[in-house]
């Protein structure tokens, strides 16, 4: 019985092996073919031929992020530039006051003292 079930194996693996045999060989003639050669290449080609276009999509996606990037960069610096000088006019205007303040308090001595 055991005998048996290893010569059934022992067949299966033999029809493996001749099927792999023989799929090797027609697998060998089929690449040398002319026409899968040419549908090879034409694949190839083709792939080369979107590859490229991809890479100049890509090239301009890169070249508008870099310049929306330089403008984000300018319009910062302008933002800060606007708050710092409205940061200075608003002390300056607090002095002004304050002097403004200290002169009516100056007046208002002369005023009593002339009294």
Known sequence: MI?????????KKL???????????????????NLVKNVAVTTVSEGMKAK???DKTIEKVKENAED??????????EDERAKREAEEAKETA????EAAD???CVACDVAEAAE
């Open 94 to 97: 607090e002095d002004l006051a």
């Open 102 to 104: 200290d002169l009516s």
């Open 68 to 77: 929306v990037v330089a403008e984000a960069k300018i319009k910062k610096a």
């Open 52 to 54: 490229e276009g991809i």
């Open 15 to 33: 029809i493996s092996l001749g099927a792999g045999v023989l799929l090797g060989v027609v697998g060998e003639k089929v690449l040398k073919s």
């Open 3 to 11: 005998r048996i079930k290893e010569v059934i194996i022992m067949k």
